[in-house]
Structure formats: C-alpha cells, structure tokens
C-alpha cells in the first residue's frame, strides 16, 4: 500500500480568499506513472484509490474527479463514507472534471472516499477536487490548509477461474522415456508449455462465449451493445462486428454443437430483424422489439454494413471458408455498393467517411480473389484512383491523418489494393506505385518515435503529430510490410524488424488502455512475428496477453462492452500460433495441445487429465485454398498461417512412446488424425513433411 500524500501536488483554498472563488480542497495526480493527452492519471484496472479529504461534509459543498475518457465510458465502483455505489461517466476524449454523486447523508468529520474498478472499462483520474457553490475556474491555488490524502492499494487479485491454474501453472508430467537428443527434449518441453498457455486462451474465450449468451435479449436472442447504457440495443457497427463473430469462432472450435445451433440461429434471427435496406442491417431495440429509429439514416446503415464486413465476418471466412457467414458477408457488401450515392471523378463510393472507404478497399481486395468477380476489383480500383490520384491523398492532401482506429484502416487499405492490382491489373499497379509509397515514406518519416511505436494522429504537411502512442501500429506496419513483399523496399522491411526488435525492451510495463487496445497492439505483433520472427517480441506478447485478460470476471464476460469480443479475437490468433494452427475435435477444457517446429519438424505435445478421443486437426494454407489469394500478405484481423499442409501433401507422424509410424494425406491431416489419450501421460508426435 502507497501513499501519494507527500508527492502529488494538492491545495486547498488560502486564508482570505473567497471560499467560493477556488477549491476548497484539490489535487492532481503528478507522479503517476501513466499519462494521457499530457496529463497524469491514476488507472483503476491497475490499483485502488482512496482519497481521505481534509474537509467536514456540509450542505452546498460538491466532491468533483478529473474524468478521463477516451470516446468511451469508464466506470468505478464509489464508496463515500461507507455508502457504496456504482458510478460510470464518458463519451468524450481527454478529461473533464465530473461531479461525483454522494450520498444524503454523510457522517464523519471528512470525506473519505474509495474507488474501484467495476465490471466494464476501468476509469482513470487525473486529480480530485471539492468546490463549494459560486465556484469559478480558475488557477488552482498553491498548497494551503485543507488536504487531500491519497492511497493507492493493489486490486483484489481477479477471482476467475482459479480451478484452471493448477493446468495452465503445471508443469510438464515425468517422461517415462525421456528422449537422448537434448535439443528435441527441450523442444518438446517448450511444445508442452505451449499447451499451456494455449488451453488458457480457447477456455477463457469459451466462458467469454458463455458470459455473453446470458447477457442475450430473451426475445430475440441477440446480445446488447454493452452491459451498461446501450444493454438495450443490438447494432452492426459494435455487437455484430466486434463482439458476435468472435463468439462464433469460438463455438467453432471449442463447441461445434453450440456453432452449429444458437450461433447459427443468431445469424438467422440477425439477417431476419435487422435487414432494413434491403440485406443492410440496421440498429434493433430489445424493448421496442423494432428498430431503434423510425426512420432509417443511411449513412449510419452504412457505416454499420461496412464494419460488420469487415471486423466480423470477413475474419471469420478467412478462418472458415464458405459458409453462411460468408453469404450474409456477400449480400451487405453487394448492397453497400448498390446504395452506394457519394459522388467521385469515377463514380459513386458508399461513404464519405475515411474508415469506411479503408474497410472497403480491404474487404474488396479480398473479395475479388475469393469470388473471381471483376466487380469487386472495379469497386476498390474506383476507391484507389480517388484517393491516390484524384487529390484526396492521404498524406499529401489530408490535413491530419489518423494512424490509430478509425483512421488506420486507409492505410492498410491502400496496401491491399496495391497487393491485387500487382497481379490482376499491372498497368494500375504501376500508375500507384508512387502515391503508395509517398504514403508509407511520410509516414515512416513524421509518424513513428524513436521505438517505432507510431503517433495517433500526424499532420502529413507540417510534421506535427499529436504526443500518444496508437495501440494499431501493427495495422499499420501491415501495410509497410505488404509493400514490402510487393516491391522488395528493404528500408520497409527494416521498419517492422525495427519496431519488433524494441518490443520487449521499451513497451513491456506500457499501460495500453482497455483490454481491446491490448488486444489490438497485441495482434499485430502476431501478425508481423509470423513474417519476421523474433525471440524478443515473442517474449513480450507473452507478456502482454496476460494483462489483456486481466480484467476478465468470474461469468466470463470481460470488460462488458463490443470489445470482448476483439480480445477474444485475439487470443485464438495467440493460441493458433502456441498450438502452430493445430486444433482439436472434440475439444475439452483439460486437453492440452501445444506445439514447436524445430530443424524442419513440428514437435506436438498432447495431455489430458481424463480418457480422451479425438482428432487432432492440421491447418491448410487459407489464404490460398479458401480467399484465393496468390500472396499471403500481412491483413488486419486476419488469422496467420504457420504449420499448413496442402490436401495432397503426404506428412509423417510418429508418436514417440514407440516409434510408431502413420502416413497421412493432407486431406486427411484437415479431417483430423485419431488420437487418443491416457490421463496424465505426455503424447508426443514428431510430425515431417514428405512431399507429394
């Protein structure tokens, strides 16, 4: 426990002055370790706060914290003189000074104030003050009389699932026979700690699955928004997009009667209600069992279409091919661009909106090699020719250019179109090619520090950029990369080997924000480690997605917005790379797969704590048997490939306890090879590539 009394700039109003004119009592947080748009702030995820004011309560005074937000809202459960309550405020960016509810009554001959994190994102403070009426802002005066004591205490460790630790904190089981080669020994006790850590992202997505489904609208079965202001509305841009496909990639792989069932129903119930335009969804109110306005905004219908497209079911094709998230995915595209009424030089685009024209140039990359439809070429190729060379450039023509969400999806935009048209339209790919990299060199050269860690926001004619840090920045250094590949630019390649190399180093203890904003900073380091493996940037998403799920409760619901379902996103990237693609059918919560490919061979561990049978399920290349894509490049929300086999390549597996030797075919790897386990004993495969 720590007391910040002595070291935090605190004041109180000065004898002869108006009581009315100052506070009566203040503070601001000036050592914390945590800053935001330049002010300190204390975090809730990270501690308690008590605050002990020197001041008697008394009718006409008012207790006020400096309230921070960023576009979001952020809740604290507040105790005031023993009286306990929940409060949550925001929707704004920065701070604002907000006047905390207390109770009636108050006994005692001070204020004595605790605050604690509640379910949802964590507030965080940037100072404290009491203010009687007839207050004026003004400078805070300098330290005086009446006090502010701050405390700050660590959390009550999270209470969720500590059944669970005794697998994922468990060591390996003894080997009867431990293997002679020390390298393949350790690689396989490397491939059991992998278990590990992967058993614990698929369980705790799938109790974030169960959390959620109780949260459903009765009626309909459809989640809400979030589980404070908005628990009464379904809508595309969050619940479909961010929080509902996530669910149904888990249920995919750890309940496929559950993906099968009532994830699929959803969908069902979703296209049914909430088509509005005809296949373009709208937002639904649960209380009025009807849209949530009366007349239809197209902009907003839009907007929503688009994210649902490509956050959600554009991922989830990726991971599961043709399917009917794939056909719902199909008919809003086709009717976002059947409405679309935005004029250009080359005809009409759906939006107006940066984000929007960034998610459709990614989706529509895309889906023009997974379908073969010309179409969707023409469309992004509409989009390209407006932004690269119709004056509206992103860093020679936009007087600010957002590098973080709802910003950066131009940028990743560009670079997937510039990915199809060097391999279907290469005339096209040469008028781009110097719009393209005019976009990548400025942003390298004004938008990232000296970590490589990219700015929220830059001023692409002046140099200014703003002084945080975006959580995106693999995002966006999908798109240097992807340019890289095309064209072989090593000064790009050399940006993503620079900012991966500083990972572990300088951004280890970085406080990114909610678990979504780990989640995100989180997946692109995935992504790129996929493309340019690095032992040190290993170690720190290792580190990271452990304080990603900090905040998960004991039902399984996480931060209780759209969010979640980005963390869980995330952590299936994170156990597909600890388990190199493998999965398992049936799963069950006490199987543990983990896996390593060492010198050409993929060393797999296997244990369950009770008799399981099963299938243990190989990866394909995807991006080519499923998306048609000629170039797996790096793709925002996509799921990387690692350990892949072709159906008619010909694998090698032999279980180690006896030398035992079975050839499979690629098709058969996809179905999954039998497996069964004894409880408690290590299985390990040695798995090599025999060619076709």
């Not at 203040?26 to 300190?40: K, M, N, S, V």
């Not at 699929?264 to 109110?285: A, F, N, V």
């Not at 999806?409 to 339209?425: D, N």
Request: with cysteine.
């Amino acid at each position: 426990m720590t007391s910040l009394a002595a070291t935090i700039a605190q004041g109180a109003a000065q004898p002869g002055k108006s009581p009315t004119a100052q506070p009566v009592a203040w503070i601001r947080f000036t050592d914390a370790e945590e800053t935001f748009q330049g002010t300190p702030y204390i975090w809730l995820e990270r501690t308690d706060l008590s605050l002990n004011i020197d001041v008697a309560p008394r009718p006409g005074l008012t207790v006020e914290l400096l309230w921070g937000s960023k576009r979001d809202e952020r809740g604290a459960t507040v105790t005031v003189n023993g009286v306990e309550r929940p409060f949550v405020h925001g929707g704004y960016q920065g701070f604002q000074w907000v006047e905390l509810p207390l109770p009636a009554r108050l006994s005692g001959d001070r204020y004595e104030i605790t605050l604690k994190k509640a379910q949802g994102k964590a507030a965080f403070l940037g100072g404290a003050r009491v203010i009687a009426s007839g207050f004026k802002p003004g400078p805070e005066p300098e330290p005086a009389a009446h006090k502010i004591a701050v405390v700050l205490a660590p959390p009550v460790p999270p209470v969720a699932f500590p059944e669970m630790r005794a697998i994922w904190d468990a060591g390996p089981p003894p080997n009867a026979k431990p293997l002679s080669d020390p390298r393949q020994e350790a690689a396989f006790r490397l491939a059991e700690k992998h278990g590990r850590q992967a058993n614990e992202q698929f369980y705790r997505c799938r109790r974030f699955v169960d959390g959620w489904l109780k949260q459903a609208d009765p009626a309909t079965g459809l989640i809400p928004r979030n589980l404070t202001r908005d628990r009464d509305i379904w809508n595309a841009k969050d619940s479909a997009a961010d929080n509902y496909p996530f669910m149904v990639l888990t249920a995919a792989l750890t309940d496929r009667e559950l993906f099968e069932g009532r994830m699929l129903d959803m969908l069902g119930t979703e296209t049914r209600l909430t088509s509005r335009i005809d296949r373009l969804p709208d937002t639904w109110s649960f209380s009025k069992q009807d849209f949530a306005t009366v007349e239809p905004d197209l902009a907003s219908i839009i907007f929503g279409g688009s994210e649902y497209v490509k956050d959600g079911l554009l991922p989830l094709t990726e991971w599961l091919g043709p399917s009917p998230w794939s056909a719902r995915m199909l008919g809003i595209m086709d009717d976002l661009w059947k409405h679309a009424a935005v004029p250009t030089f080359r005809g009409p685009i759906p939006s107006k909106n940066v984000e929007v024209n960034g998610e459709m140039l990614q989706a529509l990359s895309r889906l023009f090699w997974m379908t073969g439809d010309r179409r969707y070429l023409e469309y992004a190729m509409r989009l390209g020719d407006h932004f690269l060379l119709d004056g509206n450039h992103p860093t020679r023509d936009f007087q600010r250019l957002r590098l973080r969400d709802h910003g950066c999806e131009i940028v990743s935009g560009i670079s997937e179109l510039y990915a199809a048209v060097h391999f279907a339209e290469p005339k096209k790919r040469e008028a781009y090619r110097e719009p393209v990299h005019a976009v990548f060199d400025r942003i390298l050269e004004i938008g990232r520090d000296e970590r490589g860690m990219l700015y929220n926001t830059i001023e692409p004619g002046s140099g200014k950029h703003d002084k945080g840090i975006c959580d995106t920045w693999g995002y966006n250094y999908n798109g240097v990369y992807t340019v890289y590949l095309i064209d072989g630019t090593e000064a790009y390649r050399d940006a993503v080997r620079f900012v991966l190399g500083n990972l572990e180093e300088h951004l280890t203890d970085y406080h990114w924000g909610s678990a979504d904003e780990y989640a995100d900073s989180i997946e692109g380091a995935i992504n790129l480690l996929n493309r340019e493996p690095s032992a040190s940037a290993a170690r720190w998403i290792d580190s990271e997605i452990r304080d990603m799920w900090r905040p998960q409760q004991a039902d399984g619901v996480i931060e209780g917005w759209h969010g979640d379902g980005n963390s869980a996103r995330t952590a299936i990237m994170y156990a597909l790379w600890k388990t190199q693609g493998l999965t398992i059918q049936p799963w069950r919560e006490d199987v543990r797969l983990g896996a390593v490919l060492d010198d050409g061979k993929l060393q797999v561990s296997l244990i369950a704590a009770k008799p399981w049978r099963g299938r243990l399920c190989f990866d394909r290349p995807r991006h080519k048997l499923q998306m048609g894509l000629p170039l797996d490049y790096p793709r925002i929300n996509q799921f990387p490939e690692w350990f892949t086999v072709e159906t008619s390549d010909r694998c090698r597996i032999v279980n180690l306890a006896d030398n035992r030797e079975t050839t499979f075919t690629g098709a058969q790897l996809h179905e999954g090879a039998p497996i069964a386990l004894q409880p408690g004993a290590e299985m390990r495969l040695s798995v090599s590539r025999l060619g076709r």
